[in-house]
């Protein structure tokens, strides 16, 4: 079978199959199919456990902790009263947080880090481009000196006398 370069094995991170993922899918087809039946699961254990952990959650609704953090990232629960147990860690620090991927100290680092590099990629671009101008001006010299040899040579042959095609 061949593997698209968007498209890679991994395993499930509900029921562990592996599966060919593409574009960072988590979830196999099958966990995919059930996957608003097990949002409303975990939703409604929250709504009547509110001080349950990740962990209890998980145990009680057989849904993976890491399809609970996936949940909880993308901002399923916030409708949903959540306990202070009910947490799960900062990719980066791993301090509890509630939602998002990163903590709010941790998302402020990363955004200035993220706009410092894109006005890196902006100077890189700058650059880039004045190459691409250098680059221009050298073909335009050769096609004009292509143009001045032709006329030249054509010159050299109206002086012997011949047609010009
Ligand atoms: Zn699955
Ligand atoms: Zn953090």
Known sequence: MAIAPRQKLRN?????????????EELCTDCRASYY??????????KDHPGSSVNEVSEATTVSKKLIQ????????????MGDNFMYACASCGKPIKTGTYCTSCLTRLRKETQQAAERMQVRVKEGTSTIKRLDILAQREFEQEQRDRRTYRMGLTNVGRPIK
């Open 37 to 46: 039946q097990l949002e409303e699961l975990v939703k409604e254990f929250v």
């Open 70 to 81: 996936k949940m909880m990232r993308e901002g399923v629960f916030m409708d949903v009263p």
């Open 12 to 24: 499930c991170i509900q029921c562990g199959k592996v599966f060919l993922s593409k574009d960072r």
